[in-house]
C-alpha cells in the first residue's frame, strides 16, 4: 500500500475516532443550539436590513479638505477613504445606533452617532489638528500606504484557520514578500532574511523569542496575545529610522484601550483564549489568558509517540491618564512553556516512482524541554504643547532547557527489492541550557510642527546570556561506528559552550515626515538617521534612511513610493558563537571581533485602487534590491540557525513582489501575493545560494460568504512556495547542493455565526455581541511537506537523506463567544 494511502487511512481512523468520542458532546448541543436559533430567528427577521447611504465632505478649521481621511462604521465591514477634494460616499447596515468615525493622521478622531439612520444621508466633518490629545506616541498610517509601513486588517483575525495558534504572525506570513515553510511555528522569512532579521515590537518595545526551539513542535505563542491588539503594522523593508537595527522586516504592534466592558472566549481542539477587558474616560485595563496544546497536530507527525506539550501564559494592559497631559501605561506577561516527549516508532517511505525506499525506526528515550519568558514594561507620558515626552522602561527575560537522550534503531530498504541498503543505530543527548535578559530604556520626543512630524529618541540597553551546552550524536552502521577508522572508536558529532555575555548598547534616532499638499497632488517625505554603540565589540553604526510617498492630483487612485537606507544587523547572542573543532571534539565561543551584517537597500513601489461592480481593490507592487557585506554565514535546520560566528561573506538580495487586494465578495477582504526573488552569496571565492534563496512564493487569502445569508462565512489560506537549499548536516553552505519540493499548503475554515448582536437589537441577550462556530480542515489535500531531512551515513560512507514531513490533514471544531 502506497504511503498516501496509509495516511489517508490514518487519518480517517483519527477522525472517526474524534467524532465518536464528541458524539454525547454533539447530542447535547444540537437541541441547545436549535432551540436558540428558533427563538432568536424571529427577532433577526425583525430587524430592519435596510442599507443606509452616507455622504459628505471632510475638512479641516481653516476649511480645507482633509484629504485621505479614512470613514469606516464602528461593528461594521465598511469603510471607505476620502478623495483628495475631502468628499466620500459610504453604504452601511442601518441599526438603532450607528457609529461613524473619522480618522486622520495629525488629527484628532472625530464620532458621530446616527440613531435609526434611514435612506441618503449628507454628514459633513471638521477635523481639529492633534495636540491636545496624549495618545501613543507612533501614529498609524491609513490605509493609503504612503510609506513602508502598511496597516495590516485585523477584522478576520479570531476566525482564521490557525495551526501555530499564532494568529497575527500568520497573518503577515500571508504578505507579499514573506513565506514560511513549518505551520507548526510562528517564525517567518522576509524578502531572503533568516528569522532573525525581523524585528517585533509591542507599543513601542521590542521584544524576543527563545534561542534553543529547534522546531516547530516545541514551539508554544508568540508574545503577541491577537485579542489585545488593536493594530497591526508591517513593513517588509526600507522601514524608518526609528526602528531597531534588522535588516528585513518591522512588526510593530499597538494594544487596544477599551472604553467599556467587553469579553471573549475561543476554544478548540488545539487550545483556548480568555480575554476581559474594561475601560473609562481616563483609564483601561485588559487581560489575556491562553492554553495551547498541540498534541493533537503532532499525532499526525510520522513519529509516534507520546506527545505532551503545553503552554499557558497571562498578559495584562494597563493605561491610566489622570490629566489630559499625562499617562501611564504598563504591561505585564508570564508564559511557561513544556515539551515532553516519548518516541515509540517511525516509518517513512521516500524516493521517486520507480526507487522508493523504506526508512524504519524503533526508539527508546524521550525529550523533555522547558522554556519561561516574563516581560514587562512602563511608560509614562507627558504633553509638552504641540509635543509628547515619554519614557520607557521594560524587562525581556527567558529560562530554557532542552535535554534528550534519544536511541533509535533503524532498517533502511529498498520496498522495490529485498536489498538492505543500511541497518544500525544511533543515540542522540542533550543538556542545554540558557539563560537571557535584556533591561532597556529610553526617552522620546514627538513634536507636530506644522507640516513635519518629528521624532526623536535616546535608548540604552543592557544584555545578558548565560548558556551552558552540551551536545553529542552517536551512530552505529552495521556494527561500525561512524565515522570509522578502523583504529578508535569515534563519535559522529559532539559540542560543547560554557560562555556568557554582559553588554550595553546606546541607540540615538531623529527622523522628521513632512507632508506637502499642492496643486500637482500629496507629497509625503520622511528622512532620518540612526546611530548606535554597542560595547561588546566597541563598534559604532550609522544607518541614513529615507522614503518619499506621492499622489498626484491628475488621478489620485495612484500612489507611487520610493525608499532606500542603510540597515544593520547587530549581532545578537547566536551570532557570536564560533565552532571550533579539534580531534573531532567542538566547542564554542565567542568572537568578539565580529561585526554587524551591512545591507544598503533601495525599495521602489506603486499603488493603484480601482473598483469592479462597484467593489474597491486595490493592487500594489515593490521591486527591491538589497546589496550586503560582512555576512554572517548560517545553516538552517527545521527552525534552529546556526553561524559561522564570523563576517566571511558578502551577498545581494533582488526580487519583486505583487498582490492584490480587494472585495472579491461585497463586505468581505480578499488578497493574493506573488513574489520572485534571488539571494546570492560569495563564500570563500564561491558562488552560492543564500540558505533562503526562495525563487518564487504566492499566497492566497480569500474570503467568503454562503449565497444568500452572511451567517456563513469561509476562509481559505493557501501557500505555494519554493523550496530551499539544504545539504549533509555539520557542513558548509559550500555543500547545500540540493534544494527541498516546494511547501504547499491549503487551510479552509467554515465559520457559522449563530448569534449576530452588534447593534444589540436581541433584546433578551444585550450583553452578547457574537457566537460563532467554526470547523477548520487543515492541508485539506493531504500534501507531504517537509520541514528537514534526517542523514543516513552506511560504513561504505553513503549517506541519504530522509525527509522529517509536517502534519498531514486535519479537523479542528472552534468556538467564540463575544461580549
Not at 262 to 275: C, I, P, R
Not at 294 to 309: D, I, R
Amino acid at each position: 500500500m502506497s504511503r498516501e494511502k496509509v495516511r489517508v487511512n490514518y487519518n480517517k481512523s483519527r477522525l472517526y475516532t474524534l467524532l465518536y468520542k464528541m458524539r454525547r458532546f454533539i447530542l447535547f448541543l444540537l437541541p441547545l443550539f436549535w432551540g436558540m436559533m428558533s427563538v432568536f430567528a424571529q427577532e433577526e427577521q425583525q430587524a430592519d436590513t435596510a442599507r443606509v447611504h452616507l455622504k459628505g465632505k471632510v475638512v479641516d478649521e481653516s476649511q480645507d479638505p482633509v484629504s485621505l481621511c479614512q470613514v469606516r462604521i464602528e461593528g461594521q465591514p465598511f469603510g471607505t477613504t476620502a478623495a483628495l477634494d475631502g468628499t466620500y460616499n459610504l453604504s452601511f447596515r442601518t441599526a438603532d445606533s450607528v457609529v461613524v468615525i473619522y480618522t486622520m493622521i495629525g488629527y484628532e478622531t472625530r464620532k458621530r452617532v446616527l440613531k435609526k439612520p434611514q435612506g441618503n444621508l449628507t454628514l459633513n466633518i471638521v477635523m481639529k489638528e492633534s495636540g491636545k490629545e496624549l495618545s501613543e506616541v507612533t501614529v498609524a498610517e491609513t490605509r493609503r500606504q504612503m510609506g513602508s509601513m502598511q496597516e495590516l486588517n485585523k477584522k478576520d483575525l479570531k476566525r482564521m484557520p490557525s495551526t501555530s495558534g499564532n494568529a497575527v504572525e500568520e497573518l503577515v506570513a500571508t504578505q507579499a514578500g514573506v513565506s514560511t515553510h513549518n505551520e507548526l511555528s510562528s517564525q517567518y522569512n522576509v524578502r531572503g532574511g533568516s528569522f532573525d532579521e525581523n524585528c517585533v515590537y509591542i507599543n513601542g518595545v521590542e521584544v524576543y523569542r527563545p534561542m534553543l526551539i529547534s522546531s516547530g513542535q516545541q514551539e508554544g505563542l508568540s508574545v503577541i496575545n491577537s485579542d489585545m491588539v488593536e493594530k497591526i503594522n508591517f513593513s517588509a523593508g526600507g522601514f524608518e529610522a526609528k526602528y531597531g537595527d534588522r535588516m528585513s522586516s518591522v512588526l510593530d504592534i499597538t494594544y487596544a484601550h477599551p472604553e467599556k466592558l467587553e469579553a471573549s472566549v475561543a476554544a478548540s481542539l488545539l487550545g483556548a483564549n480568555v480575554y476581559v477587558g474594561y475601560g473609562k474616560k481616563k483609564f483601561s485595563f485588559s487581560n489575556g489568558l491562553r492554553y495551547k496544546t498541540n498534541q493533537y497536530m503532532l499525532g499526525s507527525l510520522e513519529t509516534k509517540g507520546e506527545y505532551k506539550p503545553n503552554f499557558l501564559d497571562y498578559q495584562a494592559y494597563f493605561r491610566w491618564a489622570p490629566t489630559k497631559d499625562w499617562a501611564f501605561d504598563a504591561i505585564v506577561y508570564i508564559n511557561r512553556n513544556n515539551y515532553n516527549f516519548k518516541p515509540a516508532d517511525r516509518e517513512t517511505k521516500f524516493g521517486t516512482m520507480e526507487d522508493v525506499k523504506s526508512f524504519k525506526v524503533y526508539f527508546d528515550g524521550k525529550e523533555e524541554d522547558q522554556f519561561q519568558t516574563l516581560f514587562g514594561t512602563i511608560r509614562a507620558a507627558r504633553m509638552l504643547g504641540k509635543g509628547a515626552l515619554s519614557l520607557t522602561t521594560s524587562l525581556f527575560s527567558n529560562r530554557e532547557k532542552e535535554t534528550y537522550d534519544i536511541q533509535g534503531q533503524y532498517w533502511l530498504n529498498e520496498t522495490n527489492g529485498d536489498e538492505q541498503l543500511g541497518v544500525g543505530s544511533y543515540m542522540e543527548h542533550a543538556r542545554n541550557f540558557l539563560y537571557s535578559s535584556v533591561q532597556s530604556m529610553k526617552l522620546a520626543y514627538d513634536l507636530k510642527l506644522g507640516a513635519h512630524q518629528i521624532h526623536t529618541g535616546l535608548g540604552w540597553k543592557h544584555e545578558k546570556v548565560r548558556e551552558n551546552s552540551n551536545e553529542w550524536e552517536y551512530r552505529d552502521s552495521s556494527g561500525y561506528s561512524v565515522p570509522h577508522t578502523g583504529k578508535d572508536l569515534q563519535i559522529i558529532y559532539n559540542m560543547r559552550a560554557a560562555n556568557s555575555i554582559n553588554s550595553n548598547q546606546l541607540e540615538l534616532y531623529a527622523q522628521d515626515t513632512w507632508r506637502k499638499e499642492s496643486s500637482l497632488g500629496i507629497l509625503s517625505f520622511n528622512y532620518g538617521l540612526r546611530l548606535s554603540y554597542w560595547s561588546w565589540n566597541k563598534e559604532w553604526l550609522i544607518s541614513p534612511r529615507a522614503s518619499i510617498g506621492f499622489v498626484p492630483a491628475a488621478n489620485d487612485n495612484f500612489t507611487f513610493r520610493l525608499a532606500l537606507g542603510l540597515y544593520n544587523q547587530r549581532p545578537f547572542y547566536k551570532e557570536l558563537r564560533d565552532t571550533v573543532t579539534l580531534a573531532g571534539n567542538t566547542t564554542v565561543q565567542l568572537n568578539q571581533n565580529i561585526k554587524s551584517q551591512r545591507s544598503f537597500q533601495v525599495v521602489g513601489g506603486m499603488e493603484y485602487k480601482f473598483k469592479i461592480a462597484n467593489r474597491p481593490f486595490k493592487f500594489t507592487t515593490e521591486a527591491y534590491y538589497k546589496a550586503q557585506w560582512k555576512l554572517n554565514p548560517y545553516n538552517v535546520d527545521n527552525l534552529k540557525i546556526v553561524y559561522y560566528g564570523n563576517n566571511c561573506a558578502t551577498g545581494y538580495v533582488v526580487g519583486a513582489d505583487f498582490k492584490l487586494y480587494g472585495e472579491f465578495v461585497p463586505g468581505t477582504d480578499s488578497w493574493i501575493s506573488f513574489g520572485l526573488m534571488k539571494a546570492s552569496m560569495n563564500l570563500n571565492g564561491q558562488k552560492i545560494p543564500q540558505p533562503t534563496d526562495q525563487r518564487y512564493n504566492i499566497n492566497l487569502f480569500f474570503t467568503d460568504y454562503f449565497p444568500n445569508t452572511t451567517r456563513w462565512k469561509m476562509n481559505l489560506k493557501a501557500t505555494f512556495a519554493d523550496g530551499l537549499p539544504f545539504g549533509p548536516p555539520h557542513t558548509g553552505l559550500e555543500r547545500n547542493a540540493f534544494r527541498a519540493p516546494a511547501y504547499k499548503r491549503f487551510d479552509v475554515g467554515m465559520n457559522y455565526r449563530l448569534i449576530d448582536n452588534e447593534d444589540h437589537h436581541l433584546r433578551r441577550c444585550k450583553y452578547l455581541r457574537n457566537i460563532w462556530l467554526g470547523l477548520d480542515c487543515f492541508n485539506i489535500f493531504g500534501l507531504d511537506n517537509v520541514s528537514s531531512y534526517y542523514w543516513i551515513t552506511d560504513i561504505s560512507n553513503h549517506q541519504y537523506a530522509v525527509p522529517n514531513y509536517l502534519t498531514g490533514r486535519m479537523i479542528n471544531a472552534r468556538i467564540l463567544v463575544e461580549m
